[in-house]
């Protein structure tokens, strides 16, 4: 995080807690589900921000056609239902008691779409998973409709595969369900938080059918100024809301509006907090200052920019969002972000598809056996590149390939690929903010890997800070839902949260060196572009 940013934290130091208050802290739980793009965990932190109990399992990715990605909605919700029950036994197990769970905060992958039927609340397609490219040909039609260049001054989303909007228009151009749902006006909308919502407390029976500001500005859908539903993006899209129902907005951290659990060991356990994967991250690395950031690496990799209270629309390639809204008298903040479409997937494209290692935590052994990358360049465009490029029709190419190349080095570049996108993305948040960051916080899978940690440091030639407990996505939903019960009333109260211990990578490479590797990557780029045409595009467009 920035440095400037860390002293203006420090400058509201306050006393430290007494010994009772952190007694108290210590015996007060939050649960948080962390629903992710591959699978699902439910850990139950202290009011120190410690982890006491935890169960993750993975879920089923579907992959019908060439850049198509879906997963069944009952099974996400399955998923999270059994790692409640899994990880709250293990709490009991440890002597401690339901009742001490105050609340219970949710995160959840953004953009996938899920679409269901109001009169028997069971889905009618699979959710479109946030990857899925086969919207390309629809967003090349959008951009001609009259309108398009405006709309990311409104939401702060360019047209392109990722937002919800392009799979909702889609699954009603395509789906006869969906298209008679939407006929009968019972067609429900939501991304994966609002699905999560609507059937952990009781699916029609309750019918909660809300969404938090961050996950709601994901859509394309919500006014970034005011955070309600723009009428002038909705009419772009075609869309009636009173045919396709949109779910309310709310704040991040609410007492009511997320209602409770229906069913299980947790059974009536209030739910209050929800949010964004990506944000949640930005709020467990306590990014609350304007010019914090964080970089997550997860299946994709995203980097939020605390920008303050007001959105900044950006000019070079970045995303404007809702980066959190405690709600009360609080101010919904804003971020930049820069999102990466592949990370982690890369690595488990190496470990599935090459077969180079048994496992996705054995890549940095295998590009450990080189010294670098021998030249080789991975951009690992499998669904086109995201921020700040926005390419579609690029895919997935390497080059400096050699009979020197061993798979060490092609392990090493497929890492690198996240390192060097940063970078990109790094490059267009100074332009747009008009300042540098002089640290950058990270969590997330991949950030476990000392090898792809040092060489981000050597990358973005500024030093890299990993804290030691990385859970820091689950850890954010848990603060959001512990704000709305009291457990924590300021932020100056998280303030020593998962700050003990934290390892700080610092650039081990000269800038001349570091810029000559950037350049032969931003050539690559180049080089990638145009793979996609409209003779090879997959079915369905």
Not at 9 to 14: E, G, S, T, V
Not at 236 to 264: N, R
Request: net charge negative; glycine share 8%.
């Amino acid at each position: 995080m920035a440095g400037s940013a860390r002293a203006a934290q420090a400058d509201h130091h306050i006393d430290p807690a007494s010994e009772h208050n952190e007694e108290n802290l210590k015996s007060w739980y939050i649960g948080s589900i962390d629903q992710g793009t591959t699978s699902t965990r439910f850990l139950i932190f202290n009011g120190l921000g410690v982890p006491v109990a935890s169960h993750q399992i993975e879920f089923k990715q579907m992959y019908p056609h060439s850049g198509w990605m879906e997963q069944d909605p009952h099974e996400i919700v399955q998923s999270v239902q059994t790692c409640i029950e899994e990880a709250t036994k293990s709490f009991i197990e440890l002597g401690n008691s339901t009742d001490d769970i105050k609340a219970i905060g949710i995160t959840s992958q953004r953009e996938t779409t899920v679409l269901w039927d109001a009169d028997t609340g069971k889905p009618l397609y699979n959710a479109i998973a946030w990857p899925d490219t086969r919207t390309q040909g629809l967003v090349r039609e959008l951009k001609g409709r009259k309108g398009a260049d405006r709309l990311q001054d409104i939401c702060g989303l360019p047209l392109s595969t990722y937002p919800s909007a392009l799979k909702l228009t889609w699954l009603l151009r395509n789906v006869k369900e969906v298209q008679q749902a939407c006929d009968a006006a019972k067609l429900m909308f939501g991304t994966i938080d609002t699905w999560l919502l609507y059937s952990l407390n009781g699916g029609k029976d309750k019918n909660v059918h809300v969404t938090d500001s961050t996950n709601a500005s994901r859509t394309m859908f919500v006014d970034l100024h005011t955070l309600e539903y723009s009428s002038k993006v909705l009419e772009f899209f075609q869309l009636d809301p009173k045919k396709v129902l949109l779910p309310k907005i709310v704040p991040c951290s609410d007492a009511e509006a997320f209602g409770s659990l229906a069913s299980g060991i947790l059974k009536g356990k209030k739910i209050t907090g929800c949010l964004g994967d990506q944000s949640a991250a930005l709020v467990g690395q306590l990014g609350f200052e304007p010019g914090m950031a964080k970089n997550t690496y997860g299946t994709g990799c995203f980097l939020l920019y605390n920008v303050g209270e007001k959105p900044v629309m950006s000019t070079h390639g970045l995303l404007a969002t809702v980066a959190y809204h405690f709600g009360g008298k609080r101010k919904p903040v804003y971020a930049l972000e820069g999102s990466i479409a592949v990370a982690g997937s890369a690595v488990k494209y190496v470990v599935n598809n090459l077969k180079f290692v048994q496992s996705s935590d054995k890549i940095s052994d295998c590009a450990a056996t080189v010294k670098d990358n021998g030249g080789c360049y991975f951009v690992t465009a499998f669904s086109g590149l995201f921020a700040p490029y926005w390419i579609d029709d690029a895919r997935g190419t390497m080059f400096g390939i050699t009979q020197y190349t061993q798979q060490g080095h092609i392990a090493r570049a497929a890492m690198e690929a996240t390192c060097f996108q940063t970078k990109a993305i790094l490059d267009a948040m100074e332009k747009d903010s008009g300042h540098k960051l002089t640290e950058l916080a990270v969590d997330g899978g991949m950030s476990n890997s000392d090898l792809c940690m040092q060489s981000q440091a050597d990358i973005i030639n500024i030093p890299v800070d990993r804290p030691v407990m990385r859970e820091t996505t689950a850890l954010g939903a848990a603060i959001v839902a512990g704000f709305a019960v009291d457990v924590w009333k300021e932020f100056e109260e998280l303030k020593e949260i998962n700050r003990e211990d934290r390892t700080i990578f610092k650039p081990r490479i000269s800038q001349e060196e570091s810029d000559k590797m950037y350049r032969r990557w931003t050539k690559a780029v180049e080089m990638s572009k145009g793979w996609l045409n409209s003779d090879s595009e997959s079915p369905s467009q």
